[in-house]
């Protein structure tokens, strides 16, 4: 499969652990996205990788959330002590070298993160 | 800022009807503006996106979409409903200069295909 992975495509948490969402990108691209849905809401814009940068974390909450995409390996979403409201499915996107627009962005099936 | 509208959450069809999904998009610049669908439990699927140059736009499985700047519209219509559509349709808008990667999306539209 070429496309992007993400895994686990669901992930369920307890109040106060923490979860690791995993996102490969395509073949080729080396510019990740980090996105959130809530219920019946849109896609919100998380945060903006290239290997081993945050280029823009403008939509990152500010506490217990960070992302990092290494030289070697996934894309990792990590949320500490996690909360209700944490509940989303959580989408990863990547596109070619220039994260410009006439690339479009590719997405990865998801991870549904279900906190109890 | 941007921001995108989409008229009506759930739209209604007849199999071999028109689809109409409406999206009204706000940019202080130019924008780049995309159509997505998303199947249950899955990703997002580029169905078409206007960049530059022509003004009406063809995507995948039929679908087009028309960029109005004057209206700030930025409609997806197919001729003739396909059971197979009955999806989520989701309208993105993102600038056309710094920061372009940066899509804002609608909160979707809800399609369903009646027989």
């Known amino acids: 499969n070429a496309g992007v992975m993400q895994n686990p495509r669901h992930l369920v948490r307890r109040r106060g652990q923490e979860a690791r969402l995993r996102c490969s990108p395509m073949k080729g691209h080396s510019h990740v996205y980090w996105y959130r849905q809530l219920p019946e809401e849109g896609l919100k814009f998380m945060v903006y990788l290239q290997k081993e940068n945050i280029i823009d974390e403008s939509g990152m909450p500010k506490e217990r959330f960070s992302a990092e995409f290494p030289k070697e390996g996934p894309s990792i979403l990590r949320i500490q002590q996690v909360v209700r409201g944490d509940s989303a499915a959580y989408f990863c996107?990547?596109?070619?070298?220039?994260?410009?627009?006439?690339?479009?962005?590719?997405f990865g099936d998801g991870t549904r993160l279900s906190i109890l | 800022a941007q921001s995108v509208t989409q008229l009506g959450s759930h739209v209604s069809v007849s199999e071999g009807a028109l689809v109409l999904l409406r999206c009204n998009y706000s940019?202080?610049?130019?924008?780049?503006l995309f159509w997505y669908v998303q199947y249950p439990n899955q990703g997002l699927q580029l169905l078409l996106k206007?960049?530059?140059?022509?003004?009406l736009v063809k995507g995948i499985n039929g679908f087009e979409a028309e960029f109005k700047k004057s209206e700030t519209s930025f409609h997806l219509t197919k001729p003739s409903a396909h059971m197979s559509d009955a999806a989520e349709y989701f309208c993105a808008v993102s600038n056309s200069g710094g920061s372009n990667y940066k899509l804002t999306f609608g909160k979707g539209t809800l399609l369903t295909v009646n027989p």
């Open positions: 940019s202080s610049v130019p924008p780049y």
């Open positions: 206007y960049t530059t140059g022509a003004t």
């Open positions: 996107a990547s596109s070619p070298q220039d994260g410009n627009s006439n690339q479009p962005q590719h």
